[in-house]
């Protein structure tokens, strides 16, 4: 029982510090190398967990080299981007200026359904108001609406608009987060003050608070049965 415990941290501390070195775009999206990589560590690291006769290193050496492996495509992909093109493919347009391009679609192996599902998902309903949907390496559906079709935005109409900044968590569930407190440039007894203001006694009863450089404040107290 020991043996199996020590095992799995240790194959879960190493899978997890390679995670971390492969960079939080991995987390995100997976391209075609990086699905391969994932599926066979996961495979690799159920080994020597299952039989513990199989020496752990046989199982650690080979998922240190896929993610190597990965780290050296990552680094030729970057410098080279014909290889990027040919391991991973290029992103294709599916639709150009409200138009579906059923060639893209079928070499793809994108259906109909599928197509009007990602464009749903995007709030699109109507196919001719797309000017361009890229179907990207990883997978994903970009859409770019024509101009008539796009939110009206304060430059177009010329208004000016001041930025509210971006809102700092000063108080989480509540703890108070000091660093960001700093960020913002108030103290602790500013923070209490405001609580106090709010209706909370302290900023431990205080679930979510936030606020900007410039002091616009988001307050959210504690439920009482949460």
């Not at 709030?123 to 994903?140: I, K």
């Not at 208004?159 to 968590?169: Q, S, V």
């Not at 900023?203 to 439920?223: H, Q, R, S, Y």
Request: glycine residues 6%.
């Amino acid at each position: 029982m020991a043996i199996v415990l020590l095992r799995t941290i240790i194959i879960y501390t190493t899978l997890l510090l390679c995670m971390r070195i492969m960079g939080k775009r991995q987390l995100g999206e997976l391209e075609l190398s990086e699905l391969v990589v994932s599926v066979l560590a996961a495979d690799l690291a159920s080994l020597p967990l299952q039989d513990v006769g199989i020496p752990l290193i046989n199982g650690l050496l080979a998922i240190l080299t896929l993610f190597c492996l990965e780290l050296i495509l990552s680094g030729l992909v970057l410098r080279f981007h014909r290889l990027r093109g040919l391991l991973f493919g290029r992103p294709c347009f599916l639709v150009e200026k409200g138009v579906i391009n059923q060639k893209e679609m079928h070499r793809n192996r994108f259906t109909v359904d599928e197509l009007t599902e990602e464009l749903r998902r995007q709030s699109v309903t109507d196919v001719a108001t797309v000017d361009y949907a890229v179907l990207e390496t990883d997978g994903t559906l970009n859409v770019i609406l024509s101009p008539a079709a796009q939110p009206v935005t304060a430059g177009q109409l010329h208004c000016e608009t001041a930025g509210d900044g971006y809102p700092y968590i000063l108080i989480s569930d509540g703890r108070i987060l000091s660093d960001n407190l700093r960020k913002c440039a108030r103290d602790e007894s500013w923070l209490r003050e405001e609580c106090r203001r709010r209706g909370a006694p302290s900023p431990a009863d205080v679930f979510l608070l936030t606020c900007t450089p410039e002091g616009k404040i988001f307050f959210a107290p504690k439920e009482v049965n949460a």
